[in-house]
């Protein structure tokens, strides 16, 4: 979880810097490493992305509510807009609400893993 507080933070700082791009990748990251966090203490390893979503709506669905792993998804996607979209540039305001979200997300994710 350290990992994943230290990825917001960065992507805190890109963001009020201007650098939407940066903030998104990082936020996202954030997430994931929060999201990895559980599947490790569930005694698994990700394959990929789109995987640790999916563990986490079977597995995790009630605990987080439908919304934060839908959101996730959808971060997930545009985190890899930014990263392999040549046509794809977020906004500021949309960097803002991934990392509003990702606040969230990672305090319900350490509460889980805490469990």
Request: with cysteine.
């Amino acid at each position: 979880m350290e990992k994943a507080q230290v990825m917001l933070e960065e992507a805190e700082k890109a963001a009020k810097g201007g650098s939407p791009n940066s903030a998104v990748l990082a936020g996202y990251a954030a997430m994931f490493d929060g999201a990895r966090a559980l599947l490790f203490k569930d005694g698994y390893r990700e394959r990929s992305h789109a995987c640790v979503a999916r563990y986490l709506e079977a597995n995790y669905s009630e605990k987080l509510g439908g919304s934060f792993v839908d959101l996730l998804d959808e971060y997930r996607e545009k985190r890899h807009k930014v990263s392999y979209s040549s046509e794809y540039y977020p906004t500021v305001e949309e960097a803002k609400n991934l990392l509003e979200f990702a606040g969230k997300f990672l305090e319900k994710i350490e509460k889980l893993v805490e469990e």
